[in-house]
T-cell receptor, first 113, second 111 residues
Framework: DSGVTQTPKHLITATGQRVTLRCSPR?????VYWYQQSLDQGLQFLIQ???????AKGNILERFSAQQFPDLHSELNLSSLELGDSALYFC????????????FGDGTRLSIL | GESVGLHLPTLSVQEGDNSIINCAYS??????FIWYKQESGKGPQFIID?????DKRQGQRVTVLLNKTVKHLSLQIAATQPGDSAVYFC??????????FGAGTRLTVKP
């Protein structure tokens, strides 16, 4: 058990809809990272927050946004969903800003019908 | 492994043998490297890391080797067990937070 909790485990929705994925980091970790894992693209870094502030941005679409709250949990919002957004979304956390192991949750599987 | 690519490199070894998984990284300025293991239905799990000022690091049954000259990273697993069957990813970190993952290698351990 990594200590990172993601909810929900599975999400099925339709094109055009909006969903929110939630992540609780390991106790004491200040950084939260979001990744997308799809069959044809592997693990793609989306965004990192550190202690409530956005720290790094990767291949995140404009339709996607995230935030980290004062209690350090994070939410990833995906809007105007398209079929191609179907993927596993992982959250990871680490204690510092970078150059440390990241501990991953078990992901949310998003299926767009 | 349903969460990973369809055309992953694969490595099949006999239980008890040593395994070597290779990874070529892209950025010569990357200064931190990590190996992760991903089992079916789970998130990547940290195995071992190494910083660019080292060329070898050992853990429990695992060793990571770093060759910066050719931008190559390897993971050696001693006495491979059926529980080691998984997809293994290397990751390189540049500029303290830009992390890129390799495509992964599927390791299958035959009993």
């Amino acid at each position: 058990d990594s200590g990172v909790t993601q909810t929900p485990k599975h999400l099925i929705t339709a094109t055009g809809q909006r969903v929110t994925l939630r992540c609780s980091p390991r106790s004491g970790d200040l950084s939260v990272y979001w990744y997308q894992q799809s069959l044809d693209q592997g693990l793609q870094f989306l965004i990192q927050y550190y202690n409530g502030e956005e720290r790094a941005k990767g291949n995140i679409l404009e339709r996607f946004s995230a935030q980290q709250f004062p209690d350090l949990h994070s939410e990833l919002n995906l809007s105007s969903l398209e079929l191609g957004d179907s993927a596993l979304y992982f959250c990871a956390s680490s204690s510092g800003k970078g150059n440390q192991p990241q501990h991953f949750g078990d992901g949310t599987r998003l299926s767009i019908l | 492994g349903e969460s990973v690519g369809l055309h992953l490199p694969t490595l099949s070894v006999q239980e008890g043998d040593n395994s070597i998984i290779n990874c070529a990284y892209s950025n010569s300025a990357s200064d931190y490297f990590i190996w992760y293991k991903q089992e079916s239905g789970k998130g990547p799990q940290f195995i071992i890391d190494i910083r660019s000022n080292m060329d070898k690091r050992q853990g429990q049954r695992v060793t990571v080797l770093l060759n910066k000259t050719v931008k190559h990273l390897s993971l050696q697993i001693a006495a491979t067990q059926p529980g080691d069957s998984a997809v293994y990813f290397c990751a390189e970190v540049y500029n303290n937070n830009d992390m890129r993952f390799g495509a992964g290698t599927r390791l299958t351990v035959k009993p």
